[in-house]
């Protein structure tokens, strides 16, 4: 376990680091980030820190955005049906639930519908069309998918259907022939931020509507959404994302969303400050379980009610489901390292996959996350349920996992997502010949470096950092996410005072001292290091510093990211 992991950083930046704290007016610890993260520009860096709503680009550079809007307008002044088409995660679920309440306070005639994850899958079906059909639509507006669904979205058409696609999934070659695509990756696509998540570009949406119909700024009312769904989906959170995510964090802290604030008031976060982490760990999985359980559209009835009784029964529910799913969540991981220890040779092997009747469908994407993480290889489990088998696909940085897939699209029946994150249909009788085909294909495009576990650090820290400004300095950071990590720093010879697991063995607590420092420290799915350290041991660590607040009372905290014995 100790010392597993290759701790990258930069030791010679101690002048550049004086320098840019002195210019920019910031701590030399906040400095060293910066330059850890190769960004030397103070313009760059003033800005970042103090992003500014203005700087968000016009709706209207979305292609397609203007043909959209119109329609939509069409059809909210002849009273058509409108059917928004979404996705049962959370991005899709935010997604739904803005432009469902924007569009019904309009007045418009609006449903909603999300697929059912384990029979329907991932975007359009033939199956989910038809129900949609007998209801009476007129208008299909897609959100957080559609993009890749060339044929559904024909039949749609042919049967007088109008279709408008918002989407920020990659494009294949060919894009469906709808009325309207307004997706940023579109190759016709000038829009200056690639980045968007599916709500977010829901969210421009609803923005150029509002400048249409001269709402004002009515669309402001859904950030706190916008913020959870960007947060959730794990999209880089530079640029247009970190502007979304700042200022709908803050509407978070103060949601009139009914809700929303009956998930936070029914969560470990109850009178604590959101902060992207709280998203990620304690309310995305909750709204997540909706689909991975049963019905996803619960979890946006949830998001869309103005009764307190319903929403706090939906709550109830999920917070009941997701206890259920980390019970379903850890036997299947224990399967998978099992397999792996015993059936794969790691040293030949550059991606994992391992195929499973019985396996939850909607569980395998976590259970990948954890086992990629892990062995820091591609990773791709598959349920298999009589001749079709369902997958979840999660990458490293540097491999493209949706890449892979389109390379190893003739063994595929669908496949869609992002670079990290993908899914996938296969018959059973090609799962082996697939498994062949990409560890062939991973050989070529991944060195053995790629695959040792990296931990890219931020800078070196002594006693003397540890103040609660320094760390409040850090915060200037927040939100933190993929293309914005939390920093972490090196910080040598500490040693361990008390040291003890908790959380059923799980996690591992230390409390270090430095001559007259006294600090503790969390290390989360580390308890294991416990076998192999004793009080005395002299360490070095990498770390995350917080502050941990508890009955008003500010505390530094060290988050353990790894550690092993100083030399």
Same mark, same amino acid.
């Given at each position: 376990?100790?010392?597993?992991?290759?701790?990258?950083?930069?030791?010679?930046?101690?002048?550049?680091?004086?320098?840019?704290?002195?210019?920019?007016?910031?701590?030399?610890?906040?400095?060293?980030?910066?330059?850890?993260?190769?960004?030397?520009?103070?313009?760059?860096?003033?800005?970042?820190?103090?992003?500014?709503?203005?700087?968000?680009?016009?709706?209207?550079?979305?292609?397609?955005?203007?043909?959209?809007?119109?329609?939509?307008?069409?059809?909210?002044?002849?009273?058509?049906?409108?059917?928004?088409?979404?996705?049962?995660?959370?991005?899709?679920?935010?997604?739904?639930?803005?432009?469902?309440?924007?569009?019904?306070?309009?007045?418009?005639?609006?449903?909603?519908?999300?697929?059912?994850?384990?029979?329907?899958?991932?975007?359009?079906?033939?199956?989910?069309?038809?129900?949609?059909?007998?209801?009476?639509?007129?208008?299909?507006?897609?959100?957080?998918?559609?993009?890749?669904?060339?044929?559904?979205?024909?039949?749609?058409?042919?049967?007088?259907?109008?279709?408008?696609?918002?989407?920020?999934?990659?494009?294949?070659?060919?894009?469906?022939?709808?009325?309207?695509?307004?997706?940023?990756?579109?190759?016709?696509?000038?829009?200056?931020?690639?980045?968007?998540?599916?709500?977010?570009?829901?969210?421009?949406?609803?923005?150029?509507?509002?400048?249409?119909?001269?709402?004002?700024?009515?669309?402001?009312?859904?950030?706190?959404?916008?913020?959870?769904?960007?947060?959730?989906?794990?999209?880089?959170?530079?640029?247009?994302?970190?502007?979304?995510?700042?200022?709908?964090?803050?509407?978070?802290?103060?949601?009139?969303?009914?809700?929303?604030?009956?998930?936070?008031?029914?969560?470990?976060?109850?009178?604590?400050?959101?902060?992207?982490?709280?998203?990620?760990?304690?309310?995305?999985?909750?709204?997540?379980?909706?689909?991975?359980?049963?019905?996803?559209?619960?979890?946006?009835?949830?998001?869309?009610?103005?009764?307190?009784?319903?929403?706090?029964?939906?709550?109830?529910?999920?917070?009941?489901?997701?206890?259920?799913?980390?019970?379903?969540?850890?036997?299947?991981?224990?399967?998978?390292?099992?397999?792996?220890?015993?059936?794969?040779?790691?040293?030949?092997?550059?991606?994992?996959?391992?195929?499973?009747?019985?396996?939850?469908?909607?569980?395998?994407?976590?259970?990948?996350?954890?086992?990629?993480?892990?062995?820091?290889?591609?990773?791709?489990?598959?349920?298999?349920?009589?001749?079709?088998?369902?997958?979840?696909?999660?990458?490293?940085?540097?491999?493209?996992?949706?890449?892979?897939?389109?390379?190893?699209?003739?063994?595929?029946?669908?496949?869609?997502?992002?670079?990290?994150?993908?899914?996938?249909?296969?018959?059973?009788?090609?799962?082996?010949?697939?498994?062949?085909?990409?560890?062939?294909?991973?050989?070529?495009?991944?060195?053995?470096?790629?695959?040792?576990?990296?931990?890219?650090?931020?800078?070196?820290?002594?006693?003397?950092?540890?103040?609660?400004?320094?760390?409040?300095?850090?915060?200037?950071?927040?939100?933190?996410?993929?293309?914005?990590?939390?920093?972490?720093? +090196?910080?040598? $010879?500490?040693?361990? !005072?008390?040291? /003890?697991?908790?959380?059923?063995? =799980?996690? #591992? *607590? &230390?409390?270090?001292?430095?001559?007259?420092?006294?600090?503790?420290?969390?290390?989360?799915?580390?308890?294991?290091?416990?076998?192999?350290?004793?009080?005395?041991?002299?360490?070095?660590?990498?770390?995350? +510093?917080?502050? $941990?607040?508890?009955? !008003?009372?500010? /505390?530094?905290?060290?988050?353990? =990211?790894? #550690? *092993? &014995?100083?030399?």
């Amino acid at each position: 376990m100790i010392n597993s992991k290759l701790w990258v950083y930069n030791e010679n930046l101690t002048d550049k680091i004086k320098d840019l704290s002195k210019i920019c007016g910031i701590s030399k610890l906040l400095a060293s980030v910066f330059l850890s993260r190769n960004i030397k520009d103070t313009n760059f860096i003033k800005k970042f820190i103090n992003p500014k709503f203005n700087d968000l680009y016009d709706p209207f550079l979305l292609k397609d955005m203007d043909i959209g809007v119109e329609r939509i307008i069409k059809a909210l002044d002849n009273n058509e049906k409108i059917t928004i088409y979404g996705d049962y995660d959370v991005d899709g679920i935010t997604s739904t639930a803005i432009i469902y309440d924007f569009l019904k306070t309009q007045g418009g005639n609006i449903d909603y519908y999300i697929p059912e994850r384990e029979n329907e899958g991932y975007g359009l079906s033939f199956s989910s069309i038809s129900k949609i059909k007998i209801n009476q639509t007129i208008l299909l507006i897609t959100v957080d998918c559609g993009i890749t669904s060339i044929e559904e979205i024909k039949y749609l058409k042919e049967n007088g259907i109008d279709v408008i696609v918002t989407d920020h999934h990659e494009c294949k070659n060919q894009i469906p022939c709808a009325d309207a695509i307004i997706n940023p990756y579109r190759i016709d696509c000038k829009y200056p931020f690639k980045g968007l998540a599916g709500v977010g570009v829901v969210y421009k949406l609803i923005n150029a509507l509002c400048i249409k119909l001269n709402l004002g700024d009515l669309y402001l009312k859904y950030l706190d959404l916008v913020a959870f769904g960007t947060i959730a989906d794990v999209v880089p959170l530079i640029d247009e994302n970190r502007i979304l995510t700042k200022y709908g964090l803050e509407i978070m802290n103060k949601t009139n969303n009914l809700g929303l604030s009956t998930l936070i008031n029914n969560t470990m976060l109850c009178d604590k400050e959101i902060i992207s982490s709280g998203i990620s760990y304690v309310l995305a999985p909750r709204i997540n379980v909706a689909g991975r359980m049963g019905d996803a559209k619960r979890a946006v009835q949830l998001l869309v009610t103005k009764n307190e009784d319903e929403a706090l029964n939906i709550v109830n529910i999920l917070n009941e489901e997701n206890k259920k799913r980390q019970e379903i969540e850890l036997n299947i991981f224990n399967e998978v390292i099992d397999i792996v220890e015993n059936t794969i040779d790691l040293d030949t092997q550059k991606i994992i996959v391992i195929a499973k009747e019985g396996w939850h469908q909607g569980i395998l994407g976590i259970v990948a996350s954890k086992i990629s993480e892990r062995y820091n290889k591609p990773t791709i489990l598959i349920t298999v349920k009589g001749n079709i088998g369902k997958g979840s696909c999660r990458s490293i940085t540097g491999f493209n996992i949706y890449n892979a897939l389109r390379e190893a699209s003739s063994f595929l029946e669908m496949f869609g997502g992002h670079e990290f994150a993908s899914g996938l249909t296969i018959k059973t009788e090609y799962i082996s010949l697939f498994k062949d085909y990409l560890n062939i294909f991973v050989k070529k495009k991944i060195n053995t470096e790629d695959l040792i576990h990296k931990i890219k650090i931020d800078g070196i820290i002594n006693k003397e950092d540890i103040n609660i400004e320094n760390i409040k300095g850090l915060y200037k950071l927040e939100p933190y996410g993929a293309g914005n990590l939390a920093p972490v720093f +090196i910080y040598r $010879n500490l040693l361990i !005072k008390e040291i /003890k697991t908790v959380g059923d063995d =799980k996690h #591992i *607590k &230390i409390f270090f001292g430095d001559k007259d420092l006294f600090i503790n420290a969390i290390g989360f799915n580390m308890g294991l290091i416990c076998e192999e350290l004793k009080c005395g041991d002299i360490v070095d660590i990498v770390s995350m +510093i917080e502050i $941990n607040r508890w009955n !008003k009372i500010e /505390k530094i905290q060290l988050n353990l =990211k790894d #550690i *092993k &014995i100083s030399m």
